[in-house]
């Protein structure tokens, strides 16, 4: 299994442009979570699904959509890129809400200028 | 006062020192409590979980809860140069731990060899 899977490692922006953050997961799981994590700020959750066709915003939602069609695929959108989002994206994914434990991918290093 | 406090270090020991790491937290809901280790340009992965309070031994690992001191520690007994990495405390209220877990910011570690 190749567990949570991020695509791009980097990528570097332009103020105003979009992108898209891909995640995919092998393992079946249920639950699937998008955090930022900047130095110093911890990981704050961005958006979570609980099953394909199902979202809802975490923590810190604005400037970012989400959408999930499959249980394998949940992607993020940067529709108007700001320097704010300069951060590392982690997605992770979960069997369950309960004693699950979360399991991330390697993280998407993005910087906006 | 932030909900979790976590010193960031960075922490530096030589091989086969004890590690102890630490947080402290303010709301009295929190009931349930993990550690992530994050090595570097990876995503994290879950250590140890604990529910309410009390000891959780796991090889090296020990996770101490204290409820009443609002207080969560890690030890690493004969800690490694393997783990050097950032040590993230993470807890929740709620069962549905993915949706609604707070992170700390992380300590980051040295061991040296």
């Known amino acids: 299994n190749a567990g949570v899977t991020q695509t791009p490692k980097f990528r570097i922006l332009k103020i105003g442009q979009s992108m898209t953050l891909q995640c995919t997961q092998d393992?079946?799981?249920?639950?699937m979570y998008w955090y930022r994590q900047d130095p110093g700020m911890g990981l704050k959750l961005i958006y979570y699904?609980?099953?394909?066709?199902?979202?809802d915003k975490g923590e810190v939602p604005n400037g970012y959509n989400v959408s999930r069609s499959t249980t394998e695929d949940f992607p993020l959108r940067l529709e108007l890129a700001a320097p704010s989002q300069t951060s590392v994206y982690f997605c992770?994914?979960?069997?369950?809400?309960?004693?699950?434990?979360?399991?991330f991918g390697n993280g998407t290093r993005l910087t906006v200028t | 006062q932030k909900e979790v406090e976590q010193d960031p270090g960075p922490l530096s020991v030589p091989e086969g020192a004890i590690v102890s790491l630490n947080c402290t937290y303010s709301?009295?809901?929190?009931?349930?409590f993990m550690w992530y280790r994050q090595y570097s340009r990876k995503g994290p992965e879950l250590l140890m979980y604990?529910?309410?309070?009390g000891n959780k031994e796991d090889g090296r690992f020990t996770a101490q809860v204290d409820k009443s001191s609002k207080y969560i520690s890690l030890f690493i007994r004969d800690s490694q140069p393997s783990d050097s990495a950032t040590y993230l405390c993470?807890?929740?209220?709620?069962?549905?731990?993915?949706?609604?877990?707070?992170f700390g910011k992380g300590t980051t570690l040295s061991v040296s060899s």
């Open positions: 992770a994914s979960s069997l369950d809400s309960g004693h699950s434990p979360l399991h």
């Open positions: 393992m079946n799981h249920n639950y």
């Open positions: 699904s609980v099953g394909a066709g199902i979202t």
């Open positions: 709301n009295s809901a929190f009931q349930y």
């Open positions: 604990t529910y309410s309070s």
């Open positions: 993470a807890m929740s209220a709620l069962r549905q731990a993915g949706t609604a877990l707070i």
